[in-house]
């Protein structure tokens, strides 16, 4: 398998919002990140990927942007920013921006002078369409709830927006619009950054028919994802940007692309495809998700889990590479979501996090899950700040669903529940700020935060510097061949990968309670040596039959 540094590197990945604020406004920036990248160099990552920081109106968080080449003042300046990159640098790390493509702000320049009048040079910039028979041009509903067309009176037609109605989606069909986002990357890329994580990058493409979606009778919008997901042009376009401006440079880049199988996937990260090196897939984040959606809760299992990560880790396996997450930015808390964050939150986080260190790909931590944050449950929906979580809340409740019964969902999948602040400590409001954050802090930052981890040996936090480190010390993590052992066992996830004469077995208990592992025979070994556990254990113990205790997870290296 051909080696690349971006293959065996660790990625963490900062909300500025909510990482670190130092200068008491209650929102992070900049200098924040700046003042804790010591913390970040000795926990060991490698790559930092920064959500978007550039100049926003801030309708989502800054996926809405006016100037791709300024930064948002309430994060600083492009001063501030380079002095981040040198800091980066100087330390040994990397740094992955967020290209946000797929969409503006309505208040970037292009929009601004195309909703001036259809014989604007920029008007084609966007997808401007007449409505029919007095509605919009076709069904679409938005990604964030209600329709994905705004009405614009001046010039009697609908712009298309997937997301919010302040984020109008680009035309990737002019060439201009192309032209000018390759100028922008390379204007950054000159800056010195090191890759791109690019958000909703399969979206670009859309069917130029713009044909009803699928909708139920109970629906009042339909869904446009066939026609606006993995486009007719999207391959054609990565390729261009590739050719324009990516094989130029050694980058890391990472796009996010949902609705996708292996086989569509190595489309995009196929190694001959000259496209992306790795994607974010969502099958495993729709595990407990219903018919209806994200917010139509079900009960995940471990079944199915395991049979979606081994699809993906054999499915792409030496023909793509895989990243590796179970939470980010817009994913509740993994310890919350998999594991149990009540009875035995340190040892199913640490548990989860070695399950997936120890798979192909690689891994991206997202802020504070190193020191197990969880999920919130905030008193009321307005002390939530999130676009979709709003949205979709005064749309359910409208239509008669129960209050407790749509915050049950939030409390289970809003997006805010990945964005309180970082709990450095235990001082007011975690130490994020001295000032009145954005939004509350988790009440539980007294007993979880990165202060007491670090003087705790046997923490969360020191459990992940050890897989950091265990991944810089045997290749066999990075390069190892994935292989799924006892598919049907009840309670434990076990695996094996193999490089050489080496085997890695890692054996996972996803049980509340005490389970049972029996090693298969035909796993002969001459050494084996303990590298990964987060219970106590005896390092002669026998393989052949294991009693693993609630979250119990263990990785030995053997040698045939």
């Known amino acids: 398998m051909q080696q690349a540094w971006w293959k065996e590197s660790v990625v963490y990945q900062i909300y500025p919002r909510s990482f670190m604020d130092s200068n008491a406004d209650g929102i992070g920036d900049l200098q924040g990140i700046i003042s ?21 109106p801030n309708d989502d968080n800054g996926y809405d942007i006016s100037d791709y080449q300024e930064i948002m003042n309430e994060f600083g300046t492009i001063r501030d920013w380079e002095q981040l990159r040198d800091g980066l640098h100087d330390r040994g790390m990397k740094l992955m921006m967020d ?40 069904n679409w509903g938005s990604i964030f709830s209600g329709s994905a067309w705004e009405y614009d009176v001046p010039s009697d037609q609908y712009y298309l927006h997937l997301f919010s109605k302040k984020q109008p989606d680009l035309n990737w069909e002019n060439t201009s619009v192309r032209e000018e986002i390759y100028k922008m990357m390379q204007w950054w890329i000159d800056k010195g950054v090191d890759g791109f994580r690019m958000d909703v990058i399969n979206m670009i493409s859309k069917d130029p028919e713009l044909p009803d979606g699928e909708k139920q009778e109970d629906q009042t919008y339909g869904s446009g994802h066939l026609s606006f997901m993995n486009g007719p042009h999207v391959h054609e376009y990565l390729q261009e940007m590739n050719k324009s401006v990516l094989n130029n440079h050694d980058l890391i880049t990472v796009g996010e692309i949902p609705g996708v199988s292996p086989e569509l996937a190595l489309l995009y990260i196929g190694s001959e495809r000259q496209e992306l090196q790795m994607l974010f897939q969502f099958e495993h984040m729709d595990l407990d998700s219903g018919s209806n959606g994200k917010w139509d809760l079900v009960p995940w299992s471990l079944f199915d889990f395991r049979k979606v990560m081994s699809k993906w880790q054999t499915g792409i396996q030496g023909r793509g590479w895989n990243s590796l997450y179970l939470n980010n930015h817009d994913q509740p808390r ?12 340190v040892e199913s986080a640490k548990m989860l996090s070695t399950c997936l260190h120890m798979m192909q790909g ?19 929906i307005e002390d939530y700040k999130d676009i979709e979580t709003l949205n979709w809340f005064h749309d359910v ?39 009145t954050p954005w939004i ?29 480190e265990a991944r810089k010390t045997h290749s066999i993590i990075v390069y190892g061949e994935y292989e799924l052992i006892q598919p049907n066992h009840m309670h434990i996830y076990g695996y094996i990968r193999k490089l050489d004469t080496q085997v890695l077995l890692v054996i996972c208990n996803f049980a509340f309670h005490q389970a049972d592992w029996n090693m298969p025979v035909y796993r002969a070994y001459s050494t084996k040596q303990l590298i990964i556990h987060n219970y106590p254990v005896d390092d002669n113990s026998d393989l052949g039959q294991i009693k693993l205790r609630p979250y119990e997870c263990r990785v030995y290296l053997l040698d045939k």
């Open 36 to 56: 804790k990248l010591d913390y970040l160099k000795w926990l060991g990552v490698d790559v930092i990927w920064l959500s978007p920081v550039y100049r926003s």
């Open 99 to 138: 290209l946000v493509v797929n969409h503006t702000s309505d208040e970037h320049p292009w929009f601004v002078e195309s909703r001036k009048s259809k014989e604007s040079p920029y008007r084609d910039y966007y997808i401007w369409r007449d409505g029919k028979d007095g509605n919009e041009p076709n």
């Open 334 to 345: 993994l310890v919350s979501r998999f594991g149990d964050d009540f009875r035995y939150r």
């Open 362 to 380: 690689t891994p991206f931590i997202y802020q504070g899950e190193e020191i197990g944050m969880t999920n919130v449950q905030f008193d009321s």
């Open 397 to 435: 409740t409208s239509k008669g669903m129960e209050i407790d019964e749509a915050m049950t969902s939030i409390f289970a999948k809003g997006r805010d529940n990945a964005r309180t602040p970082m709990q450095w400590n235990t001082s007011d409001h975690a130490g994020f700020t001295s000032g």
């Open 440 to 468: 509350r802090v988790n009440q539980n930052h007294d007993e979880i935060n990165v202060e007491s981890a670090i003087a705790d040996e046997d923490s969360i936090l020191h459990h992940y510097r050890k897989l950091i």
